[in-house]
T-cell receptor, first 114, second 120 residues
Framework: DAKTTQPNSMESNEEEPVHLPCNHSTISGTDYIHWYRQLPSQGPEYVIHGLTSNVNNRMASLAIAEDRKSSTLILHRATLRDAAVYYCILRGGTYTGANSKLTFGKGITLSVRP | DTGVSQDPRHKITKRGQNVTFRCDPISEHNRLYWYRQTLGQGPEFLTYFQNEAQLEKSRLLSDRFSAERPKGSFSTLEIQRTEQGDSAMYLC??????????????????FGPGTRLTVL
C-alpha cells in the first residue's frame, strides 16, 4: 500500500483556518486521497476525498498538489469540536477487494485553542 | 438512530476467557468491516464481509479470532482464549458498494463507536 506521512500534531486557534498537510510521494495514478477524522472516544468519520482536482464539502476542503505527491485538508474556521486525530489515507482506484479496506497511519492530532 | 451500533461498548474479561462482540451495520449497507485500534495508533484492518461472504482476513486475525455475518446483516467477532495483547478498541464499519470500473471511487465507511476490550 502507498504510504502517507503526516506531522504528529498541530495546534490552531478557534475560528481560524487550519491547514493539515499530508505527503504521499509514492502515490499511484489511480490512488484516491481520503481523509477521516476521529473525535475523542468515537469511531473515525469520513471527511472528504479526491483524486486530482480540489474538492469542497460542508466539512472541509481538500487541496491536491499538481503532482499529487501531497495534499492539504483545510478547515475554514476551526471550532473546539474539530479537535481530533485526522488521518490521510490512500485508497487504490482499481476496484478490487484489496483496496476496500482503509489503511490508517497514526494521523495528525489537531488541538484547537479557545 | 440509524448509524452503526456495537455491543457491548465495554468488556472486561480475564485472560483465557472467550468474548463475543456484535455489530449492527447501517441497514442497506452490503459491506461490513472490523478494525482493531490500540492506544496511540490508528485503526488496523482485521476482516471484511460482502453480504454474508468473508472476502478478506488480515494476518492480524489469528486462529483465535473468528468473524461471522450469517444473514448478511449483523456481524459477530469472537475471540477465544483471550490474551492481554488482545486489549484494544474493536471498531466496526459499514459501507454500500456497487460493482464498478477501475476508476470508481469507494464510498465512505461509517464507523460504530467501538467495543473497548480489557483483558486482565
Amino acid at each position: 500500500d502507498a504510504k502517507t506521512t503526516q506531522p504528529n500534531s498541530m495546534e490552531s486557534n478557534e475560528e481560524e483556518p487550519v491547514h493539515l498537510p499530508c505527503n504521499h510521494s509514492t502515490i499511484s495514478g489511480t490512488d484516491y486521497i481520503h481523509w477521516y477524522r476521529q473525535l475523542p472516544s468515537q469511531g473515525p468519520e469520513y471527511v472528504i476525498h479526491g483524486l486530482t482536482s480540489n474538492v469542497n464539502n460542508r466539512m472541509a476542503s481538500l487541496a491536491i498538489a499538481e503532482d499529487r505527491k501531497s495534499s492539504t485538508l483545510i478547515l475554514h474556521r476551526a471550532t473546539l469540536r474539530d479537535a481530533a486525530v485526522y488521518y490521510c489515507i490512500l485508497r487504490g482506484g482499481t476496484y478490487t477487494g484489496a483496496n476496500s479496506k482503509l489503511t490508517f497511519g497514526k494521523g495528525i492530532t489537531l488541538s484547537v485553542r479557545p | 438512530d440509524t448509524g452503526v451500533s456495537q455491543d457491548p461498548r465495554h468488556k472486561i474479561t480475564k485472560r483465557g476467557q472467550n468474548v463475543t462482540f456484535r455489530c449492527d451495520p447501517i441497514s442497506e449497507h452490503n459491506r461490513l468491516y472490523w478494525y482493531r485500534q490500540t492506544l496511540g495508533q490508528g485503526p488496523e484492518f482485521l476482516t471484511y464481509f460482502q453480504n454474508e461472504a468473508q472476502l478478506e482476513k488480515s494476518r492480524l486475525l489469528s486462529d483465535r479470532f473468528s468473524a461471522e455475518r450469517p444473514k448478511g446483516s449483523f456481524s459477530t467477532l469472537e475471540i477465544q482464549r483471550t490474551e492481554q495483547g488482545d486489549s484494544a478498541m474493536y471498531l466496526c464499519a459499514s459501507s454500500f458498494e456497487e460493482a464498478g470500473g477501475p476508476s470508481r471511487s469507494y464510498n465512505e465507511q461509517f464507523f460504530g463507536p467501538g467495543t473497548r476490550l480489557t483483558v486482565l
